[in-house]
């Protein structure tokens, strides 16, 4: 734990964790806004960087002390983005680094849809499921699966089929694929004790056939509430 580490209190260690993942996560946003702006990324892709980006922030996890209150505060990011996502969505300038770099067409409404969305499940996983198998393979699956999925889907996707949006078989396969490595090395990461290789591939692959029947934006709730719920019951 870094309060361990510093030799600092652990109300302190706590905080400097969260400052990191202010540090971590603005520092995305203003990259992807770079590429976007300077270097002509699509923003598709700065979108689901982004995306990929963000569930990535529980790697901060074993910063925090969990003998004190202020675990909790690793959501505090969450829910800065949470207010400004809203007030983005209604109020953004289109030029809004936000804007370019979290929607696909460059229009803020989207903004209140899938981002929001994530930022929600986000919280709740660093709050009612901090540091469980539930909550770190919820947040792997919806980061690195759903954030991989749209870009192999539409750069190498042959097989199509449609239930409730456009999918590819390769996207599908690719949630497969990376929410599973995602959610062993955050497991192995933050909870060693738990890693359980099989347990992980069944929640994951719940999770890839839920997010093959998913209507867009929607899969950010679908997703994680699924990995929840089996991850309780199993």
Request: hydrophobic letters at 55%.
């Amino acid at each position: 734990m870094l309060s361990i580490t510093l030799g600092v209190s652990p109300l302190v260690g706590n905080l400097i964790a969260t400052a990191l993942t202010f540090i971590y996560v603005f520092g995305l946003v203003a990259l992807m806004n770079f590429c976007v702006t300077r270097l002509g990324l699509a923003q598709d892709i700065s979108r689901k960087i982004t995306h990929i980006g963000a569930g990535s922030i529980i790697v901060f996890l074993p910063l925090y002390n969990d003998l004190h209150w202020s675990k909790y505060l690793n959501v505090t990011i969450f829910v800065v983005w949470l207010i400004l996502l809203i007030q983005k969505g209604f109020f953004a300038d289109p030029n809004d680094e936000a804007v370019k770099t979290m929607t696909r067409t460059g229009d803020r409404h989207e903004l209140l849809k899938g981002p929001l969305y994530f930022v929600i499940m986000a919280t709740i996983c660093g709050t009612l499921f901090y540091k469980s198998l539930a909550g770190i393979v919820a947040m792997a699956s919806l980061g690195w699966g759903d954030g991989f999925a749209p870009i192999i889907g539409s750069r190498y996707g042959r097989w199509k089929y449609k239930i409730f949006s456009d999918k590819t078989v390769e996207g599908s396969f690719s949630v497969f694929i990376f929410a599973s490595l995602a959610s062993i090395f955050f497991v192995r990461l933050i909870l060693p004790s738990e890693l359980n290789i099989k347990r992980i591939f069944l929640l994951v692959v719940i999770a890839t056939f839920v997010e093959g029947f998913s209507p867009k934006e929607v899969d950010n709730i679908w997703i994680p509430v699924t990995a929840i719920l089996t991850a309780n019951f199993l």
